[in-house]
């Protein structure tokens, strides 16, 4: 099969995305920066259907939900129909 090498898809094996850790506060902060950069400069090429704003806003969000309230209809066992 075109694509696939013993049962892996190579397209998305060369599109996953990378795993992050950081030390401290100010790596993820130059990170940040890094990427907010990028995207400024047309660099960033994107593998999925939102921009580095969006993604940096649904994390933004999600971080500050425990501190602020969580949105309508968030339950217990996450967003209820």
Request: hydrophobic share 30%; glycine share 14%; charged share 25%.
């Given at each position: 099969?075109?694509?696939?090498?013993?049962?892996?898809?190579?397209?998305?094996?060369?599109?996953?995305?990378?795993?992050?850790?950081?030390?401290?506060?100010?790596?993820?902060?130059?990170?940040?920066?890094?990427?907010?950069?990028?995207?400024?400069a047309?660099?960033?090429?994107?593998?999925?259907?939102?921009?580095?704003?969006?993604t940096?806003?649904?994390?933004?969000?999600?971080?500050?939900?425990p501190?602020?309230?969580?949105?309508?209809?968030?339950?217990?066992?996450?967003?209820?129909?």
């Amino acid at each position: 099969m075109v694509g696939l090498r013993h049962g892996i898809d190579e397209h998305q094996e060369r599109h996953r995305p990378a795993s992050l850790r950081f030390s401290n506060h100010e790596d993820l902060w130059r990170e940040i920066d890094r990427i907010a950069a990028a995207d400024r400069a047309g660099r960033l090429r994107r593998t999925g259907n939102w921009t580095a704003g969006q993604t940096f806003g649904h994390l933004a969000a999600w971080t500050n939900f425990p501190y602020d309230g969580y949105p309508p209809g968030f339950g217990r066992r996450g967003l209820s129909g």
